[in-house]
């Protein structure tokens, strides 16, 4: 399996990050988590919903980019019009996203980098849906460039989605939903379950060690790491090729490499 | 019979300064981008804007027509950035409320169903409530929560783009997804609304797709015909969005980076003129729907 792209496991990583007993809206951002979300359903957990990425529900998750004769099979009708009531705002979906920045509260940011709020520095795209995403329903991340401009020190710019910082919660506040997962990076996988949801290092991506991932994160970081982040097999690489045939996830970590890297 | 037909210059005439002007749509897809242009053509100004944003966002704040902007995000799908928009919020040019996604549309809802608020837990936890004034509220319930009381959003005036309309304001939408143009309506004093196709009365000529009337005509004040009306933003099932369009708005925001230098190209001093610009009726309706 040397041929494996550090993509592919990225990929590989994000699925089990989906695996669910639940029927519930899994919805991947970008090429690797959209693919890993395919690939969640495909495999371990059958019961998750997706759509075509515009407004029908699909049972065989759509490949990336252009289809050539593949017709989408549509099963159902999940519009926006629709996705708060029936997917965010009842705590039935999985969404795995990218932020620009994340600190150690689990806090991301989207919006805006420095500046005032009158007149950011940077303005991105506004915070979407990430508020309503983190007081509803379970999150998950990917970052494919693993560095300290991404994992802050001290806070985000603009917090964006909601995290486990106590200073933000108001008395009589219903925080029960906040349900931050895991975040798959270039480097390794991390979760939450540090003592009071201190972010965590629960696997480290082949030749990768602890200390590099602590020296390219802006906050302390708990090592838990279990072993290596899994390499997904033969039956995981075909799958992964039949949801993205035009080999998009090449292009998102810098020189595409592969899974089992030589020390940097 | 009842008739609401009006030109857009019309509709556009019935707008005053300092308005409150919701906008249907989202981000690339499906908006009154007709409409817009015929704002910018004209002299209003100090506009609040309401929008699930794409280049109708963009336009007004470089044309200098928006006050303050009320949104989730300004985005052209595979242009994540709205370049002119970027630049107005980055030079200090507008005012705004940031909103969620799902906080706009029950914004929206609040509005329509004439109540100060409606409560949610959306926002708790975030810096939207700091930033945007946004009040708490606890239930008066034995569970005591205590949540963000989202303002009504109420519209002096609403503009959507629809595939069929008739005289009598009645809509048909098509495509896959109405977004949330019913509450825009339904928030707004007056909604104003552009068509692919006008006809007499919808039911001698479309009654099979009366499940496409997404909202009630009492919603509707004003209709109007404006073929490719939403180009460069998409009509599905019509045609897709103007991905070339959209890359040259884009770049332009770069070089030259200077409204008044490109707003012809963009806006045109007329519809019939800038249709011609893009390739006229049957090349807008040749753009492929957007694979997502």
């Not at chain 1, 075509?52 to 252009?66: F, N, R, S, W």
């Amino acid at each position: 399996m040397s041929d494996v792209t550090l993509a592919e496991l990225c990929i590989f990583a994000c699925s089990e990050t989906f695996r669910t007993d639940r029927e519930i809206i899994a919805t991947g951002i970008g090429p690797v988590p959209r693919v890993g979300a395919g690939l969640a359903k495909l495999t371990h957990s059958p019961g998750l919903m997706m759509t075509d990425g515009e407004a029908y529900l699909v049972e065989q998750p759509v490949p990336m980019g252009p289809r050539g004769d593949y017709q989408v099979k549509r099963a159902g009708h999940l519009p926006f019009s629709r996705f708060f009531d029936s997917a965010v705002w009842t705590g039935r979906r999985h969404a795995m996203v990218t932020p620009t920045q994340i600190d150690r509260f689990g806090q991301t940011n989207l919006s805006q980098l420095g500046g005032t709020h009158h007149q950011p520095k940077t303005q991105m795209l506004g915070v979407r849906g990430f508020p309503g995403n983190s007081i509803y329903h379970a999150n998950s991340m990917f970052i494919p460039f693993h560095s300290k401009r991404t994992f802050v020190e001290g806070e985000v710019d603009m917090v964006s989605s909601a995290g486990y910082n106590p200073a933000k919660r108001v008395a009589g506040g219903n925080y029960d939903h906040i349900d931050l997962q895991q975040m798959v990076t270039n480097l390794c996988v991390m979760d939450f379950g540090g003592p009071d949801n201190a972010v965590r290092v629960i696997s480290l991506h082949p030749g990768v060690t602890f200390d590099q991932v602590q020296e390219t994160t802006g906050f302390e970081l708990v090592d838990a790491v279990e072993g290596e982040t899994a390499l997904p097999g033969k039956d995981a690489l075909v799958i992964i090729n039949q949801l993205d045939p035009h080999n998009y996830r090449a292009n998102v970590i810098r020189d595409n490499p592969p899974a089992k890297r030589t020390v940097t | 019979m009842l008739d609401k037909r009006m030109t857009p210059a019309e509709i556009v005439g019935r707008l005053s300064d300092g308005m409150t002007v919701g906008i249907g749509g989202w981000g690339p897809r499906r908006k009154p981008m007709a409409l817009v242009r015929e704002i910018i053509r004209s002299d209003l100004k100090d506009l609040t804007i309401i929008a699930y944003g794409g280049a109708d966002v963009g336009m007004l704040c470089a044309a200098g027509k928006v006050k303050k902007l009320v949104f989730a995000f300004v985005s052209l799908d595979a242009i994540p950035l709205e370049p002119w928009f970027r630049k107005s919020r980055e030079a200090g040019q507008i005012e705004v409320l940031e909103l969620d996604e799902g906080m706009l549309q029950w914004g929206l809802k609040a509005a329509a169903f004439g109540l100060p608020f409606l409560p949610t837990r959306v926002g708790l936890g975030t810096d939207l409530a700091e930033l945007g004034g946004l009040k708490t509220v606890q239930s008066p319930y034995v569970d005591g929560e205590t949540l963000i009381a989202m303002p009504a959003l109420k519209l002096d005036a609403a503009l959507l783009h629809v595939n069929r309309c008739d005289y009598r304001g009645n809509v048909q939408l098509l495509g896959p997804d109405a977004y949330y143009d019913e509450w825009f309506a339904k928030a707004s004093v007056k909604t104003y609304v552009s068509c692919e196709e006008l006809v007499d009365k919808m039911e001698d000529h479309y009654h099979d797709d009366a499940e496409a009337n997404i909202f009630e005509r009492c919603f509707v004040t004003g209709v109007t015909e404006i073929v490719g009306g939403a180009h460069p933003s998409s009509m599905p099932p019509l045609h897709g969005p103007d991905m070339k369009a959209f890359k040259a708005y884009a770049g332009a925001a770069k070089d030259p980076g200077d409204w008044s230098a490109v707003a012809d190209q963009f806006v045109g001093p007329d519809e019939a003129t800038y249709l011609d610009s893009v390739g006229g009726k049957e090349a807008v309706m040749n753009i492929p729907l957007a694979i997502y």
